[in-house]
């Protein structure tokens, strides 16, 4: 049978349930939605500046291809999970990422512009950092079981970080002593 004070603590842990689940799902996970789609607006307009800069031009396929994969993430930004990464990974084939234009392009570009190519390449590269984070942030599993392993984790190396000053006290002070005792020798008081 259950205690009225078991009862008062099974429903004020359900209504903070269902207060994290509130919380996450219709404050935190829009924010990241917005917060990475500013992030991808952002790496988009660097790419808009090669154009500017004339360093590319808009039917390269370099520029179309990344351009369209940019436009892809900012556009499904909602809708992009772990299983869906896992679908990708799965369904599309090695040989087509290899053997894409943008691949192509990319290998030519590594000889006639490196520059261009660092660019470029460094766009794809933040790109793909800016959707791995995204991922890993919708996914309620992972922020429910990463959160608290996150929080030991900085537990774990503010105790190291302490140890490691207190051991270094530690040294300094028996050098100290090491230094005095040598040169001056116990002192019979």
């Known amino acids: 049978m259950i205690t009225p004070e078991g009862f008062g603590v099974a429903v004020t842990t359900g209504f903070t349930l269902v207060g994290l689940v509130f919380v996450y799902y219709y404050l935190l996970r829009q924010?990241?939605?917005?917060?990475?789609?500013?992030?991808?607006?952002?790496?988009?307009?660097?790419?808009?500046?090669l154009i500017v800069d004339e360093a590319i031009h808009t039917e390269d396929p370099a520029y179309t291809v990344l351009r369209r994969r940019m436009n892809g993430f900012i556009r499904y930004a909602h809708r992009l999970s772990i299983p869906a990464a896992i679908g990708f990974a799965v369904i599309i084939p090695e040989k087509m990422i290899r053997d894409d234009e943008w691949g192509i392009r990319m290998r030519e570009l590594a000889t006639e512009n490196p520059e261009l190519h660092r660019r470029l390449v460094s766009l794809s590269d933040e790109m793909s950092n800016a959707v791995l984070v995204h991922i890993l942030l919708m996914s309620p599993a992972l922020t429910l079981f990463g959160?608290?392993?996150?929080?030991?984790?900085v537990i774990g190396w503010y105790c190291v970080a302490r140890v490691r000053n207190t051991l270094e006290e530690m040294r300094q002070r028996i050098r100290y002593l090491a230094e005095n005792v040598g040169t001056q020798g116990l002192s019979t008081a």
């Open 31 to 49: 924010a990241e939605i917005d917060r990475f789609r500013d992030q991808a607006f952002q790496l988009r307009d660097q790419l808009f500046d």
């Open 147 to 153: 959160c608290p392993i996150l929080l030991c984790g």
